[in-house]
């Protein structure tokens, strides 16, 4: 029997008018954005529908509403029968992950991942810090090379997210000399990214302090259906370890390619992007050649699946 994976986007993928056609088209998708504006006590929904694109930018905007769209498709595709064997989430889309696999409630992720944008935001002071794309170049030469320029200020990988392509956050100077590094050790490109903050390095050292208090308090329940955690690459199977992996989660690189790659181990051949954009589309399609994948974040793409 093929396996599907249900794979959930991260920060980058936002975007004003995600969630609007859905909520327009399915009583589910009203439903998931009405309690998110109940939950947060503002209006999440016209955030996501109408921008500004600046507020939606913010990291503590960002991540609700990702979220919320990401829950919207779910429970619409739960609602038609689709279900997943395995789940992923590209960093913020583990909490998206686990509130489909119901280890989460919709309220409780909404709550923990508005606190995490907040203290992942904070934990480094504005210009303090940046990331940067290394295309190009394998894992551990970018390694090497954050360690070269680390005598200039904290550098570091923060997601590997295959294909060639690493993310690198920390220090602005200490980045700006990875990049000139990597140039230099043969990487094609290296892109500065338009981020607020340099997520997934040691930098995040204090959010992830807080946050462990946060998650220590929170409702978490064994996950219904196999989590891949991005810290480990591995299912997390039970509360505990969801609970450990989202607190090494905020300091710690992103292991996407492991990731992908342990549920096409696992007998997966068929993924689904769940939500806004379609960058993990593209990732996977890198280190899984030929693989299915469809990004669902529109109605035409839940119309698809379910004629399928």
């Not at 395995?86 to 709550?111: P, Q």
């Not at 060639?164 to 230099?184: C, S």
């Not at 903050?197 to 992830?208: D, N």
Request: with cysteine; net charge negative; aromatic share 4%.
């Amino acid at each position: 029997m093929a396996k599907v994976a249900f794979l959930f986007p991260g920060q980058g993928s936002q975007f004003v008018g995600m969630g609007a056609e859905l909520a327009a088209a399915f009583t589910e998708a009203r439903e998931v954005f009405q309690e998110a504006d109940d939950v947060l006590g503002f209006s999440l929904s016209r955030l996501c529908f109408e921008g500004p694109e600046e507020e939606l930018r913010l990291t503590a905007n960002t991540q609700p509403a990702l979220l919320t769209v990401s829950t919207a498709v779910a429970r619409i595709l739960a609602a038609q029968g689709v279900q997943a064997d395995m789940m992923a989430g590209h960093s913020l889309g583990e909490y998206s992950a686990l509130v489909a696999a119901g280890a989460l409630t919709f309220a409780e992720g909404l709550r923990l991942v508005r606190i995490r944008g907040q203290l992942m935001q904070d934990a480094v002071p504005p210009g303090a810090g940046t990331m940067a794309a290394i295309l190009g170049l394998e894992a551990d030469a970018v390694q090497a090379v954050c360690l070269e320029a680390s005598t200039v200020g904290i550098v570091e990988p923060a997601n590997f997210n295959g294909g060639g392509q690493v993310v690198i956050a920390g220090q602005v100077a200490a980045v700006e000399k990875a990049m000139e590094l990597a140039k230099g050790a043969g990487a094609k490109r290296a892109i500065p990214l338009n981020v607020s903050a340099p997520f997934h390095c040691s930098l995040m050292k204090p959010a992830a302090e807080k946050m462990a208090e946060v998650l220590n308090n929170a409702l978490i329940h064994n996950p219904a259906v196999p989590v891949v955690a991005n810290v480990t690459a591995q299912p997390a199977t039970d509360a505990a370890a969801v609970r450990q992996n989202l607190i090494l989660q905020v300091d710690h690189p992103v292991r996407w390619e492991q990731s992908v790659r342990y549920l096409a181990e696992a007998g997966v051949t068929r993924y689904l992007e769940i939500g806004a954009g379609k960058v993990l589309a593209g990732l996977v399609k890198k280190i899984i050649k030929g693989a299915d994948i469809q990004s669902i974040g529109e109605p035409d793409g839940i119309q698809k699946i379910l004629a399928h």
